[in-house]
């Protein structure tokens, strides 16, 4: 869900960081295994990465197709 502070509010990249890291580490995902990589695609640069060195099973086949779109798209 989007909170209203993230409508209502510009972030800091580092206050961004903050936020994505503060919600991995939430108690309602003590047993989920996240794995993010945010790169830019002007440059390549990493802007963000959790775990971004491990492989992982898609939860759904329904993110495949969806990956697929965004990369068309992009």
């Known amino acids: 869900l989007i909170n209203k502070i ?13 936020l994505i890291d503060n919600t991995f580490q939430d108690s309602l ?7 993010v ?3 830019s695609l002007d440059n390549g640069e990493i802007w963000y990465e ?3 060195d491990r492989m992982y099973m898609p939860a ?3 993110k495949i197709p ?9």
């Open 6 to 18: 993230f409508a209502s509010k510009f972030y800091t990249f580092d206050d961004t960081k903050n």
């Open 50 to 52: 959790h775990n971004a």
């Open 66 to 74: 969806t990956s697929a779109a965004s990369l068309l798209t992009l």
């Open 29 to 35: 995902f003590a047993h989920a295994h996240w794995g």
């Open 60 to 62: 759904s086949n329904q």
């Open 37 to 39: 990589l945010i790169e």
